[in-house]
Each structure stands twice: as C-alpha cells, then as structure tokens.
C-alpha cells in the first residue's frame, strides 16, 4: 500500500468546533452588552438560546470565567461580571506599563514586515466593521508585543482581552474623543516605523490616558 505524506493528511485549517463558536456567540454579546453586568446565566436558557447541550454551555462559562467576563455567587451560580471604574483603572495601568515598554522595544528592533503587519490591521480597524475591529486592534498589539520579543507579557495581557475588549466597546462611541482611537493607534504605528522608541511609548500613553478617561465617565456616570 502507498504511504501517505504528512502533508497529505495535514487539515491546515481544523472546523471550529460547537463549543468554540458558543464561547465566540457569548464572548461577543457580553463585550457588547447584551448582558448586563450581574446578570444571571441560566444554563437551561442559555441550551436553548444557543442550541447546545448543557455540557458545552458549562464549558464555555468556565473559558469566560477565566477570562474575567462571568464570575460565580454563592446562591446565584454563574452571573455576567460587573466592570466598575476600580477593576477599569487596574486594567489601563497594566496596559500602559505593559503597552508602553513594548511599543519603545518593538520601535528599536522593527522591520519592514512589521511596518507592513500594522499597517494592515489598521487598515481592518478603520474600515468600520464592527466584527472585524476587536480582531484587528488585537492582531495590532499582537505584533507590536511579539516583534518586541514580550511574549510573556503579551500572555498577561491575553488574559485581560476580555475586559480589554469590553471597555473598548464602552469607550468606542465617545462622541468627545479629542482624537479618534484608530487615529491614536496609527500614531503609535508612525512611531513605530520611524524608530523612535520615546515616541512610541508616549503615543501608547496618550491613548490609553484618553481611554481610561472616556471609560471613568461612562462607569461613574459622571
């Protein structure tokens, strides 16, 4: 019999799985809040909301929990986490200790293909769909933490992308932005590209410290 390559038998790209498009369905619903902040997460109304059996809306609760979108009460189960502007603050002065050292490393070690790389998840991010600007803002830092060789402090800040993605929804509308987001961020690119590390970590900054603004007014009401 004729042995088979590896090649011939590689699946490049597997089928999502069922529980992996219910954690992306849950994911995105709570980021864009259609589940309030305290909410309860039924498992028998979630099964038929989104068409799973109970062990795979278990699974998916336990991915969100990790990710700081869902936490369980005693006596209540599993509820949608509440974002207030105490947990908010942590988030932005981890990125901007984190985001800043990386975007000045990455500024002293970039190459064309890392110019071209954010280039083109800025040119996602500004062409206004919706479903396609969380992935992109994330590919945009991705490349920014890897060219700079921060690999364990991009795990960190993978960790946070839940709440980073769902304060970045709360802070997208801002009609007051004194500069657009994507704006600030291909500032960060420029930088970036003209190899100026200063420069790079200052655009970080001035990002996040307008964000983190938009995101106390919205969370204290203020």
Do not use: K
């Not at 990710?67 to 932005?92: F, I, K, T």
């Not at 800043?100 to 500024?107: D, I, K, L, V, Y």
């Not at 704006?183 to 001035?206: F, N, Q, S």
Request: aromatic share 4%.
């Amino acid at each position: 019999m004729e042995q088979l390559s590896q090649d011939e038998l590689r699946i490049d790209r597997p089928p999502q799985t069922l529980r992996g498009m219910a954690l992306e369905r849950m994911r995105a619903a709570i980021i864009a809040g259609r589940f309030a902040g305290g909410a309860r997460l039924v498992e028998r109304t979630l099964c038929d909301q989104l068409g799973v059996s109970r062990s795979v809306v278990r699974e998916v609760i336990r991915v969100l929990e990790a990710e700081g979108l869902v936490e369980s009460l005693p006596n209540r189960g599993p509820v949608v986490a509440r974002m207030d502007w105490a947990l908010a603050r942590q988030v932005y002065d981890i990125r901007r200790q984190l985001e800043g050292s990386a975007a000045e490393a990455c500024a002293a070690v970039a190459d064309a293909g890392v110019d071209a790389a954010l280039a083109a998840a800025l040119a996602d991010i500004r062409a206004g769909d919706e479903a396609r600007l969380f992935a992109a803002t994330t590919r945009f830092y991705e490349v920014i933490f890897r060219a700079a060789g921060h690999e364990v402090a991009w795990e960190i800040v993978q960790r946070l992308n839940g709440r980073i993605s769902r304060l970045r929804a709360l802070t997208l509308a801002a009609a007051d932005r004194e500069v657009p987001g994507p704006e600030r961020m291909a500032r960060i690119a420029a930088a970036i590209a003209a190899r100026d590390g200063a420069a790079a970590r200052l655009a970080v900054e001035a990002h996040l410290d307008e964000a983190a603004r938009l995101a106390r007014r919205a969370l204290e009401g203020g």
